[in-house]
Antibody, heavy 122, light 110 residues
Framework: EVHLVESGGGLVQPGGSLRLSCAASGFPYSTIAMNWVRQRPGMGLQWVSTIADNGYDRWYADSVRGRFTVSRDNSKNTLYLQMRSLRPEDTAIYYC???????????????WGQGTLVTVSS | QSVLTQPPSVSAAPRQRVTISCSGTSSNIGSNAVNWYQQLPGKAPKLLVYSDDLLPSGVSDRFSGSKSGTSASLAISGLQSDDEGDYYCATWESSLKGWVFGGGTKLTVL
């Protein structure tokens, strides 16, 4: 069974940094693209970043580009999101999501982790 | 505002049928596949429909997706109380080179 378990969330002051991790299991991790998607309190879903299976190709939402860096360690089956210069509007639950079928029309976000809460506040 | 437009809420009685619309443009829905996600209260989202109208293994056939031009729809038949939650459409936005979601639709089973 596929499992995605996020960690690393917490309270951080504006301007601070935080690194999220996502431990993956139950599938050939090194062959599948991965996403981060966030959800602000009481709000909808927002795509944050994608990293291809090779770890070299990366895409970011305009709202985080230049502040967030996505990476992966295929030897550890782990996905990361390094977040810098955090703002109150970055407060959200951050979900790690597998993306089978990336690059074609058969893509899907499946499954989603349980999420980790990041709170940016002084 | 979200790139994809969904109604904020829909409601219907048990055993009835409801549809949720998702409106976009030629650079997103018009040229890319649409997925639908269900988020039950306090839970992570779950894939319901992919590639416009395909159901993943394990998803009830009470759910169905369709697409025409720059709009997509999710239909839920035989409504049950545990269908209550939020539903989101998503697709690739070619001009932004990223994924976009609808604002979400809250389903209430009366």
């Amino acid at each position: 069974e596929v499992h995605l378990v996020e960690s690393g969330g917490g309270l951080v002051q504006p301007g601070g940094s935080l690194r999220l991790s996502c431990a993956a299991s139950g599938f050939p991790y090194s062959t599948i693209a991965m996403n981060w998607v966030r959800q602000r309190p009481g709000m909808g879903l927002q795509w944050v970043s994608t990293i291809a299976d090779n770890g070299y190709d990366r895409w970011y939402a305009d709202s985080v580009r230049g502040r967030f860096t996505v990476s992966r360690d295929n030897s550890k089956n782990t996905l990361y999101l390094q977040m810098r210069s955090l703002r109150p509007e970055d407060t959200a639950i951050y979900y790690c999501v597998r993306v089978p079928g990336f690059g074609g029309n058969g893509w899907m976000f499946d499954p989603w982790g349980q999420g980790t809460l990041v709170t940016v506040s002084s | 505002q979200s790139v994809l437009t969904q109604p904020p809420s829909v409601s219907a009685a048990p055993r009835q049928r409801v549809t949720i619309s998702c409106s976009g443009t030629s650079s997103n829905i018009g040229s890319n596949a649409v997925n639908w996600y269900q988020q039950l209260p306090g839970k992570a989202p779950k894939l319901l429909v992919y590639s416009d109208d395909l159901l993943p293994s394990g998803v009830s056939d009470r759910f169905s997706g369709s697409k025409s031009g720059t709009s997509a729809s999710l239909a839920i038949s035989g409504l049950q109380s545990d269908d209550e939650g939020d539903y989101y459409c998503a697709t690739w936005e070619s001009s932004l080179k990223g994924w976009v979601f609808g604002g979400g639709t809250k389903l209430t089973v009366l």
